[in-house]
């Protein structure tokens, strides 16, 4: 089994900062793009920022300059660190990790359980 956990999350005031992670364990044969999401109340599910296996990086217009992803390929682990959090980040925040199980497998997105961020003004 694969098991994703998710942690940093809570209230916090607007200007302030947190950091994401996402910790990955079971029995994995190669993690390739790890990601996180969001998904505020009534509205869909969006991409935050992904870590692609080749090392590039990717952010959704609102969080450039302010979010920034990185991962520990040792601990198999994603952050999100963010700074100067706004009122429009509250949302539960996902990871989404590509996974190999095996060498013969093909890869498969996993996702956590989820992390509430919340920003008040």
């Known amino acids: 089994q694969v098991q994703l956990v998710e942690s940093g999350g809570g209230l916090v005031q607007a200007g302030g900062s947190l950091r994401l992670s996402c910790v990955v364990s079971?029995?994995?044969?190669?993690?390739?793009?790890m990601a996180w999401y969001r998904q505020a109340p009534g509205k869909q599910r969006e991409m935050v920022a992904v870590f692609n296996g080749g090392g590039s990086t990717d952010y959704t217009d609102s969080v450039k300059g302010r979010f920034t992803i990185s991962r520990d390929n040792n601990k198999n682990t994603v952050y999100l660190q963010m700074n100067s959090l706004k009122p429009e980040d509250t949302a539960v925040y996902y990871c989404?990790?590509?996974?190999?199980?095996?060498?013969?497998?093909?890869?498969?997105?996993?996702w956590g359980q989820g992390t509430q961020v919340t920003v008040f003004s």
């Open positions: 079971g029995s994995i044969f190669s993690i390739n793009a």
């Open positions: 989404k990790v590509d996974i190999k199980r095996w060498w013969y497998s093909v890869s498969a997105d996993y």
